[in-house]
C-alpha cells in the first residue's frame, strides 16, 4: 500500500522524465490473489493497482527491478530474511524517505535493532524522512541511538499513534553524475547499456566499428531469449534466474516488435535433461517461471508433433537483435558514430582515451562492449573466443506449424521470412566462413525435433565471448568498464549487465546482491 500510494503522489505531482526508486526489503512475497483481495477495496488505486498486477514481482529471493509506468517508477524489491539481505542495505544512498514497517517489535526484534537503525541512517542525507506506525519504546531509544529525531502524532485507522521524523546527519544528497561516456560496441551489450545510461540522463557516444549497429556476434535473424536454470542457488543459478526475469520484463516495457514473448519450450530429450528438468520442479512447482508439459501439451503449445515432455517457460520468446538495438538507442542523450575502430586505449589520471583515424578522443568513462573483440583492446584473464555458427533451413508445411523455439541439444526457431534457425555449433575453429561440418552437426541435433529430412539454405558464423566459468564478464577493472562474454545468452543477461555497470558509474544501488557481483566482476580471475 505504501508503494502504490507514494506511486500516484508521485506520477500526479512530478515531471514526465523525473524517475521514482523505490526500494522495499520483505521476507516473503504477496501472493497474486492476496495482494487483488487486499487492494479491491481501495478503488482510488486501481489504475496503480493494475499498473503492479501487470508486473507483479516472482516469488524468488534477491533483487528484482522492474520498471513500470513507463520507466516513471522502479520497484526494487529485495526479498529475504533481513539478517541474508541487510548487506544490500549498505549499498542504498540519499534515500529520501524512509516507511519503517516491521511490524510488531516483539514478534521482529531484529528488524528494530540500533544496529540494522544504524544502517538506515547511514543511507540518509541532512533532508531525509521517515515515519512508522510503531511508537513503543524500545523503537523510540534504538532510534535516538542510531541518530533519528521525532515526534509522536495521531496515527491512523486502529492506530492511535505514531512516529515521524528525520535524520540528524550532515550528508548532502548525491549530486548527479555529468559527463560523457563512451560505450564501445553497438551489439545488445552496448545498445542496452547505452539505453541505461541515457535513462539516467548521461550523455553517450557509441561507437560501432562497422558501418551498421549491431553488426558482431548479435547479427543473427533473432536470437532465443530463456534462461539456462540451476536448481541450486549458486551465484550461477540465481543470476540466470534474475536476468532473464530482468531481460523480459525491460523488452515489454520496451514496446518494441523487436520483442516477440511466445514462450520456449524444452524438451526432456535425454537422461540428462530428464534428470534436470525434474530437479527444477522440485525447486519451483509454483508455475511462474517455468510448467511441466506432457506430450499432449508440448505438441499442442509448439505446433508439430513431438513425443517428449518439457519445461513452457511462458514469459520467454526471441528477439530480432537489430529492431531491439535501433530502439534502445532512439535517445536524444545517445550519439552514434560508425566506422569507428577504436585503437591505443589507455586510461592516465581517471581519464580515458583512445584514438580513431589518429584522432584522440577522451572521456570520464569507458565502457567496453566488445564481444569477442575485448582482447584487442584490454589484456583480460579468463577471457576467451569460441565460434558458432547456426544453419538456416527452409521452411516446409510441418515447420510453418512452428509457434515458439523448441530447444533440445540444439534449437529450432520459428519462422522468419521463408527459413528457419537452427544452431548452434561450438567450435575453436578461426575463421567465419561457413562450415558444412558444422551445418551437419546443427541438422543432427534437429533430428531430436524433427525426424523428416531437411536442406540447408544458408547459415551465418561469429566469434563468441565467454568466459572460463561461463558467467558474463561485468564490472570495472584499471578505469575501464566491462560488459562482455555473454556468450550465446546476451538477450538475457545484457539487459541486467547493463543496470550493474549504469549503478557503478553513478554510485547507485545494484540490480543484483554482493555474492552475484562478485561472480560477475572482472577481477574474479586474478
Known amino acids: 500500500m505504501n508503494f ?53 514481482p516472482k516469488n524468488i529471493t534477491g533483487v528484482q527491478r522492474i520498471p513500470m509506468f513507463s520507466g516513471r517508477v522502479i520497484l526494487n524489491l529485495i526479498i529475504g530474511d533481513i539478517i541474508e539481505t541487510r548487506d544490500y542495505l549498505k549499498s542504498l544512498s540519499s534515500i529520501d524517505a524512509w516507511y519503517l514497517d516491521g511490524f510488531s517489535p516483539p514478534k521482529n526484534p531484529e528488524l528494530w535493532s540500533e544496529e540494522l537503525l544504524k544502517e538506515v541512517h547511514s543511507s540518509c542525507h541532512s533532508n531525509t524522512t521517515f515515519s512508522t506506525y510503531t511508537s513503543s519504546g524500545l523503537v523510540k531509544n534504538n532510534l535516538t541511538r542510531a541518530g533519528f ?12 499513534h505514531m512516529l515521524v521524523g528525520d535524520a540528524k546527519t550532515d550528508a548532502k544528497r548525491n549530486e548527479a553524475i555529468r559527463g560523457k561516456v563512451a560505450v564501445i560496441g553497438s ?89 534436470k528438468n525434474k530437479s527444477l520442479l522440485e525447486k519451483r512447482s509454483d508455475g511462474l517461471i517455468f510448467k511441466n508439459q506432457n506430450e499432449k501439451e508440448v505438441s499442442s503449445k509448439t505446433g508439430i508433433e513431438l513425443n517428449y515432455q518439457g519445461l513452457l517457460y511462458e514469459d ?5 537483435p537489430k529492431e ?10 545517445i550519439n ?6 577504436i585503437e591505443n586505449l589507455k586510461i592516465d589520471e581517471g581519464l580515458a ?27 583480460l584473464d579468463g577471457f576467451s573466443k569460441k565460434r558458432g555458427q547456426v544453419s538456416h533451413i527452409e521452411s516446409n508445411e510441418i515447420l510453418n506449424n512452428i509457434k515458439l523455439p523448441i530447444c533440445a541439444k540444439g534449437y529450432l ?81 545484457a539487459p541486467i549487465s547493463a543496470e550493474i555497470i549504469a549503478s557503478l558509474i553513478t554510485g547507485t544501488a545494484p540490480p543484483l546482491e554482493k555474492r552475484e557481483l562478485k561472480a560477475l566482476s572482472p577481477l574474479r580471475f586474478n
Open 4 to 56: 502504490l500510494i507514494t506511486c500516484k503522489v508521485w506520477l500526479e505531482n512530478t515531471k514526465p522524465e523525473s524517475v521514482l526508486n523505490f526500494f522495499s526489503f520483505d521476507k516473503y512475497l504477496f501472493r497474486l490473489e492476496d495482494f487483488q483481495k487486499i487492494i479491491s477495496i481501495n478503488s482510488e488505486l486501481n489504475e496503480y493497482c493494475q499498473e503492479l498486477e501487470a508486473f507483479y
Open 149 to 160: 529525531s521525532f515526534s509522536k502524532v495521531d496515527g491512523f485507522s486502529n492506530k492511535r
Open 336 to 341: 552514434l558514430f560508425t566506422s569507428a575502430k
Open 187 to 275: 551489439g545488445i551489450a552496448g545498445c542496452s547499456l547505452s539505453y541505461a545510461l541515457a535513462k539516467r540522463g548521461l550523455k553517450v557516444d557509441l561507437f560501432e566499428k562497422y558501418e551498421s549497429i549491431c553488426s558482431g556476434a548479435s547479427d543473427h535473424e533473432l536470437l532465443v531469449t530463456y534462461p539456462k536454470l540451476s536448481a541450486h542457488d549458486t551465484p550461477y543459478g540465481r543470476f540466470n534466474l534474475q536476468s532473464f526475469v530482468y531481460a523480459t520484463r525491460f523488452y515489454d516495457q520496451l514496446n518494441s516488435e523487436g520483442w516477440n514473448k511466445t514462450g520456449v519450450m524444452v524438451l526432456n530429450h535425454d537422461a540428462d535433461s530428464n534428470k
Open 316 to 320: 520467454a520468446g526471441y528477439i530480432f
Open 413 to 493: 526457431s520459428p519462422k522468419k521470412g521463408d527459413i528457419h534457425i537452427v544452431g548452434s555449433s561450438y567450435s575453436n575453429l578461426e575463421h567465419l566462413k561457413l562450415n558444412e561440418e558444422e551445418h551437419l552437426d546443427n541438422l543432427e541435433k534437429l533430428k531430436i525435433i524433427m525426424k523428416q529430412p531437411t536442406s540447408v539454405n544458408s547459415g551465418k558464423a561469429g566469434f563468441r565471448a565467454v568466459a572460463k566459468d561461463h558467467m558474463p564478464i561485468v564490472g570495472q577493472i584499471n578505469g575501464v568498464f566491462l560488459n562482455t562474454c555473454h556468450g550465446s545468452r546476451a538477450s538475457v543477461s
Open 353 to 379: 582515451s583512445f584514438k580513431i583515424d589518429k584522432e584522440i578522443h577522451e572521456y570520464e568513462y569507458i565502457c567496453l562492449c566488445t564481444g569477442s573483440d575485448t582482447d584487442s583492446l584490454i589484456h
Open 324 to 333: 531491439i538495438c535501433k530502439a534502445l538507442i532512439n535517445s536524444p542523450n
